[in-house]
């Protein structure tokens, strides 16, 4: 069986070398939806994949960090890099351009790894996470499974190349989650990092 729950966000990102000129060469934005789906061949003792109550352990606060920020790649200009670090307090410096395609494979292994840090408190068995599904439009959507977020090929996302900012940091309610998330990472899929 699989679950869902959709969570949402306003952030803005220049995307280069797409083939749409407005796309990667201005600054824009988006109201993102992000479905985040679970899947397992059992219930819980409350007859459930997976109570969404445990999904307030975090996961919700982490995809919260996208919203009002500024997406960037590590790749892009320095210049530009430094110009929208020093103008804006939210921001998140990704080692992938922020495309709806690499946001659901980030946000995949953000989440991958923090379901390892979860506690299960209800008899839950065999909760994987499926996939993440990405809106950057009403009309466009990106999904991203497990082979595509560890994909080399599709570029390496090593958790400890994200930052985000100070201000965006300030607001989680545990300080030192992101870091166990980035060590939990390590024991999901050690050829990543």
């Not at 953000?110 to 599904?133: F, P, R, Y």
């Amino acid at each position: 069986m699989i679950i869902r729950k959709l969570f949402k966000f306003e952030n803005a990102h220049i995307v280069r070398g797409c083939s749409t000129e407005r796309c990667r060469s201005s600054l824009h934005g988006h109201s993102y939806k992000v479905e985040v789906l679970f899947e397992s061949d059992f219930l819980d003792h409350g007859q459930m994949v997976y109570d969404f109550g445990l999904m307030k352990q975090h996961m919700k606060e982490i995809i919260d960090s996208f919203d009002h920020a500024i997406a960037l790649w590590s790749g892009d200009d320095a210049t530009y890099l430094e110009a929208m670090m020093q103008y804006s307090e939210r921001y998140i410096l990704l080692p992938v351009s922020p495309s709806a395609e690499q946001f659901s494979r980030v946000i995949f292994v953000l989440i991958d790894a923090l379901m390892q840090l979860t506690t299960c408190v209800n008899g839950e068995k065999e909760v994987q996470l499926h996939s993440v599904i990405v809106h950057e439009t009403s009309t466009g959507y990106a999904q991203g499974f497990r082979d595509d977020a560890y994909s080399e090929q599709m570029g390496v996302i090593d958790l400890e190349q994200i930052i985000f900012s100070d201000a965006i940091q300030r607001e989680w309610s545990n300080k030192d989650f992101f870091d166990a998330i980035k060590q939990q990472q390590r024991f999901i899929n050690p050829a990543s990092v």
